[in-house]
């Protein structure tokens, strides 16, 4: 494993414009995290996003950054920079990752 045994994947999922070739190539808009579940730091993150330049501007706006303490902070980063009609998706499948991350540090069934 090239990751410590700490590390989680975290899979958000949303829903992205109808227009968007994402929708009409996948069905939903996904972003998977590996997350440190010690710190909530994220190590990586991928998207179902088509253009690899998409996943490379992605990782930027989460890498080093923390799953619940730098919410607001990678939002107003995307809102920001991110001019793309997934712009929405993204936070949506953010929250959705993070929601999961909450609910396995303080026990709960996690929905998957």
Partial sequence: MNYPESTLYIVGNSKSQQNNPITQLYGQF???????SQ???IIEVESNAIL???NKF????F??????????????NIIGCYLGSSQKAILVAFKDAQKKY???KSGKPIEL
């Fill in 102 to 104: 909450l609910d396995f």
């Fill in 63 to 76: 890498i080093g950054k923390n799953m619940v303490s730098d919410f607001e902070s990678i939002r107003n």
């Fill in 39 to 41: 710190t909530g730091n």
């Fill in 52 to 54: 690899a330049l998409t």
């Fill in 30 to 36: 996904m972003m998977g995290f590996l997350v440190d």
């Fill in 58 to 61: 992605i990782e930027d706006f």
